[in-house]
Nanobody, 122 residues
Framework: QVQLVESGGGSVQAGGSLRLSCTVSGYKYSRYCMAWFRQAPGKERERIAR????????LYADSVKGRFTISQDNAKNTVYLQMNSLKPEDTAMYYC???????????????WGQGTQVTVSS
């Protein structure tokens, strides 16, 4: 059974930083993508970053480019999201997701974590 467990959320003032972690267990695929999504109340879910396990290629949403960094530690089956220069509009529930990616990363993901709340105050 695949499980994704996020941690690292919390409350921070604008301009501050947080690092989210997502540890995967029970995953069988050797080539996969992991992504971070977020959803604020009343808004659609947004994919903000993703990384491919095989080559480490990354992709970011424009809303976080230059401020957030996704990285992975394959030995620990963990993906991180370093969030710097946080803004109040970054406030949301953050989710990590994973799926098989024999070639490129998918648009939709089948495996999800439970989410971790990030709140940025002005």
């Amino acid at each position: 059974q695949v499980q994704l467990v996020e941690s690292g959320g919390g409350s921070v003032q604008a301009g501050g930083s947080l690092r989210l972690s997502c540890t995967v267990s029970g995953y069988k695929y050797s080539r996969y993508c992991m992504a971070w999504f977020r959803q604020a109340p009343g808004k659609e879910r947004e994919r903000i970053a993703r990384i491919h396990s095989a080559n480490g290629s990354t992709l970011y949403a424009d809303s976080v480019k230059g401020r957030f960094t996704i990285s992975q530690d394959n030995a620990k089956n963990t993906v991180y999201l370093q969030m710097n220069s946080l803004k109040p509009e970054d406030t949301a529930m953050y989710y990590c997701a994973a799926d098989n990616a024999p070639l490129g990363c998918p648009l939709n993901y089948n495996y999800w974590g439970q989410g971790t709340q990030v709140t940025v105050s002005s």
